[in-house]
């Protein structure tokens, strides 16, 4: 039996299959990152919702695995020498869970860090430009009379998809033909800066054919489809 009584967060979430990886997320861009790897590798994994509108990021069990309190984050029952792993970071989750399974990340070293450099262009780019954007289109900062922290980024944004543009005109994904955890990071970000923020006219995404083809690819995936919507929002698994 594996025991995680000793992580305060199963109090507030109890796990009713301690055996599997315990994933503590919220459908966003960087929730969904984990569970789409998690649906892609077939790891058994149970699913809790973190909830914003109740603030239970900021509730001292969930703090006492990321004190970022920030989503998604994990326990594997079954970490490294048998023993239980805590971990948050999208970026970090997904290169654990690939070398876990052996899955979606180069077996040979310069084609390994190659997807890693991408995973990094999305965390220290992708993510945090298009976060604003949103932020300064769609959410309290579109009232701002100045318009030009929302230009700031939209430039910034248009420039990002160019560099993926050119890097998937001859490419099915990031790496070539072979789908990896770079995929997994970076095109839930791009759909929800289309989707979700509303921000597809602004951007120009029509200027950018290989990122849509990709990202037309990407959410056609089975797991992908099915990881898009875990954790439910309405508190189900």
Do not use: C
């Amino acid at each position: 039996m594996n025991d995680l009584s000793t992580f305060p967060i199963t109090k507030k979430w109890p796990a009713r299959h301690p055996e599997r990886i315990q994933l503590y997320s919220l459908p966003t861009p960087n929730g969904v990152k984990v569970s789409i790897m998690l649906e892609e590798t077939a790891l058994a994994y149970e699913p809790h919702l973190v909830r914003f509108d109740h603030n239970d990021q900021l509730s001292p069990e969930f703090m006492s695995l990321n004190p970022n309190n920030k989503i998604p984050a994990i326990i594997d029952p079954n970490g490294p020498d048998g023993k239980p792993l805590a971990l948050f970071e999208s970026g970090a989750i997904l290169i654990y869970l690939a070398e876990k399974s052996g899955q979606f990340l180069p077996p040979d070293a310069a084609g390994r860090y190659e997807t890693i450099q991408w995973v990094m262009f999305q965390m220290g780019g992708i993510g945090p430009m298009f976060g604003q954007l949103g932020f300064f289109h769609k959410f309290a900062g579109k009232d701002y009379d100045d318009k030009r922290p929302r230009d700031r980024y939209v430039a910034e944004s248009k420039r990002l998809l160019g560099v993926l543009n050119e890097r998937l005109e001859k490419r099915t994904w990031i790496m070539g033909d072979t789908y990896t955890i770079a995929d997994i990071a970076i095109f839930p970000w791009v759909r929800n800066l289309i989707g979700f923020y509303e921000a597809g006219n602004l951007v120009g995404i029509a200027d950018f054919p290989h990122v849509t083809r990709a990202l037309e690819g990407f959410v056609a995936r089975p797991a992908v489809a099915k990881g898009l919507e875990i954790p439910n929002r309405d508190g189900a698994a």
